[in-house]
């Protein structure tokens, strides 16, 4: 049927108005084809190491991607039909929840998911035709057909997407083996690098705690049962991961806050912690106190501190209590960086060997408090849309509100933040024309000359995360 | 004089560049005849079951809007000379306060109140002149002359307008005989049902909460001196509600808190209240428990719980002591719906008969919280632009800050709350013609298949509220 | 070298939309030569007065100027390389800052501050080449050289500037000589009035409360010793001020509260506060009593109080002990107007002599709060957008935000609040370039009518500022 077929439009995302357009693809064209750096993400570094096949489109592209999932859940699909929780799904359960794909595939129009897995089915597998109850199994048999293929490996991809950098996210305690073996895998050309992503073991409130802070200990052979043990282990395992390849550290908590105790009310609560004794604000007032505590390791070790805060996780106890976390359940709420990086900065917000990137979803903070804090902290970056905002209107939005305080120089460069591998390339592409188009506009409007957007859009995908993240120049394996 | 004439462009509201204005004209067209569907407003039902003519222009569109009253308020006029509280003016204290909102008229250029009563004056009443000293008088004459006529009546406006369903708002002790008397009409053929909106009596400070609670029971016929008679009275009303039309009840608070307390709690603070000797903080916590009983009785009873949260009412204490509520001095203050709706949510979030509507005037809970809520919960809806943001610049951010997180099927469906009869159809218009405009945009920039947008346009209407709102199909008297 | 040529576009900020810009354009012409009222800024008086040579280029556009020196700083030039707090820098050292200006150029493509400065470059200095390190020099000698000249001595500017109303921003002890030496100096024509700027006299907490408030009680001759001295002495110098020209005052503290004590209360803790006894909740509260008081006095002596709020100032200690207040970081908070100011609109909201203008960087409580605020109440207005987002997006963005709700009649007009004084025109043409091309917007759009838009154009930067701050009508040198 004629209908079904379809190609994303080689224009797309770009300015409508025809001048504007001219301009826009003309910038697109001078950065579409820059490598990607994606210095913050939460690929599995197994899949690379292992470079597998993937299983089968479902498992591709459903099952762990929460975007996906969560609204066909809120129009009624149970979680469990789309493979979330359930292990690996059998043909006829792959194919059904596919089939549930392509039922609601109308409803994700003007999404970026949408946007994105049409990227996918197009530039990566070849695919034109547009998902529908028709399509569905068509399309799964080609996708199916084509995973089977070598050149549709990860590792295959991995050079088609022309990855030059990919980070992953990692526990404190993980031995980092994948991204060892990786690295010394000469059949493997790409710098795959973990991130320090410490946030349970801050988390004082937790019932795991003393537990979770043992085997922080363990992994860092330093006894934990003091906060200075604990404090020695978290500068150890810091450096571990320094050592193997990092260079950031990852912090996601409700407030962003970094109010420091005294030296002896830390190792109070501390041990309070460890004995499950602690009050829930206490367990609060000593979470920031070691968040600013990571800060400091930060302007010793050089690991750039990314924060990403404000999201009430796990908002519905029946959904995590039957499929546990990161299944789309995690809301964000309003978020105040000035008062709670405060202390922080003041601390080492001058350190020349600090830096932290600030990422919100609320919004609100991105002309009021992020920019003026990254347009005077030489420490201060303002991160990349993020999650819910990772999207082309709020991308613009975002552009529009911290550029007119901070220009470009200041801004963390594109972060894909995704789980899910092959939206990699059509979410940096999405970012590259929706700079062009940015830029576009200012030029049209005679706001920025036409050689200056010239520079900014080939720079803002390469040059600027390389910096921001200390990656070294392309092609270097360390920075 | 030629400068007088006036009539809105057919193209108002379309997008300026001309490929992007001929999709939206191609799309509003296929959505400008579709029948109205109003499933939440303030149209008192009398009007529509006396169907007396309209007294006089005033009365029609000044004296009872507090959109236009309180621009002219703030702009040296006393709000008697509107008629704010002072029963019917006669024909020279009409004709008078008509004259000052043509003197003011050119302050209201840009607003929506201009746009609307623009639209309903030409598309109406087919007057053709601008509001102005010099055409005030003409144009009240000849506004007074059609009022006078029988298909200016409301129920000829009704049909006129085609509006299948209107909501009205309805005190729950009310009896609703005119809703009754009107379906059991029949040479009215509309259907016009009402809401339940409880907010006073949940309200467990107020000095008069032993009088409103014993008002409810006696409604009910059951004995409300303690909390699980007013439980049981609030389940029968919203039954009779329903059994009478209601598909929904109405929540306004200052927060849309919904902590439960423990029964005994509860129990022990109702009494207090009754007697007049509840704390400030215990009255806000009774009354975020009694809203979470109303979300408990609407997973019984299937109406659809909308809720308006978050103003500030009467902010002037002595316009409030002359004029009453409702007259314009009512100020949105900022809302959290995460925290606050969290415990309603993990009650009856995921009950298969619970569904609720989020409201905001708040614009940074759209992309932040609604979106994100009603993206993932199967029971939640993100409302319409509600209030001073039903305009067309923020109808317009609405869609940009819901529809990349939710698309377009988790919304609620246009809304148009509104006390001012005749401005029903002019709303409804504004609203197509900003969702054809938007859809027309994501055409043009190639993110959504103008197949998409065309099914969009047509179902956003007439189905989507249907469906939100349990309505059932086109014709269906009760769902 | 050609690519170093540079002219601003006269077509710069109109809508890329060729036919949008044909209006946008037109509107323009009718705005672009009014003359320029600033009814709130910080230039100082003596520069009018003393009517000395520049000094150089790095002084007039750089050391002074924290949106400018603020980024440098970020991307890692010391303040001191930029004449910050080192007194006048001597030729070497102020060439050097430019040549730091010039390499950092490229980063502020995009931002206000560079948009200003090309425009100062160009159409006040004749100068047609892009600021880089080739052109550094040259364009340095070129400034120096005119600076030299009589026609670029200040009060030739302000003359060319065609400023006919200046504020500047006072201390409440200042004896405002310079005022009064300008007014009697039949050389001069321009108006320049002073502003009442006492918000350290109301900080309690300040460990100088004590001997402020003893000099506040010497200009007056008043004895502070007591609240109600204090009182009596605030009104005596805000009554000098207004003698002597001041038509507002000027109110900036983290909040705006407006909470009042009792009597009792407030003597009690200004006894405290000049005892250095008060606590620090205590402190908040008298100030914000102190701030309601202003309002009271507002509402006798007519002055218009405009509010500056929510700016945690000084956010860096470090920065602050080395080179003062001022020098770049200060970053917003959110603001919550509604509470706020309840206290204070039910005071004084409805006196016929009061007038407030509420500003903000948060721009959440735009459509949120002071829209609904300046749109019912008689004494509210809608203050234009405030340092960081006095930026061509934020303003487009604060007319979209709050013009669906009080229309152009209840904002205050363009408010420049530079210390900037080159940049003043540069400011001034851009708000009227943005104005233009907003209603250019909803005149192509058909949401108002042509003739509409022309007369706001017109009266938006002159008359609705003289309204506003009632600065009488164009000629007059008091109101």
Redesign the interface.
Known sequence: MS?DA?V??P??????????RDIARDLYTLAKDQPIVSPHGHVDPRLLLEDEPFRDPTSLFITPDHYVN??M????VDLAELGVGQGPLDEKASRRAWHLLAEHW???????SR?WMEHEFAEVFGLET?LNPRTADAMYDALAEKLAQPEFRPRALFDQFKIEVMATTDDPVDDLAPHDALAADESFGGRVIPTFRPDKYLEAGRPDFSALTDALGEAAGIDTGTYDGYHEAMRARRLYFRDHGAVSSDHAHIDPGTARLSDEDARRLYTAARDGAIGADEAVALRRHLLADQARLAAEDGLVMTIHPAV?RN?????FKKFGPDV???????V?Y??HL?PM??DV??HPNFRTVLFT????VL???I????????S?YAGAPWW??D????IL?YR??V????????TSGFIDDTRAFCSIPARHDMSRRLDASHLA??V??????L???Q??VVTLPDQQPREVFRLGAAGEKNS
């Open positions: 209908n379809f994303p439009h224009d797309r995302l770009l300015p409508a108005d025809p001048a504007v969560r609204l859940h809120a129009r009624g109308h409803a994700y129009a003007g999404t970026p946007y547009v009430d908002h519905s106890d029946a959904v789309g359940f995690d809301i964000p709420v309003a105040d000035v008062h405060r900065l003041n917000g001058h979803i609320d919004e609100t002309s009021r408090e920019a003026p804090l990254a347009g005077v902290y030489p201060v819910f905002i999207a082309p209107d709020a939005r529009r509100a550029s007119e305080t901070i220009g470009y120089s200041r506009g200012l049209a409007e005679h706001r920025m000359r050689e200056d957007a520079e900014l």
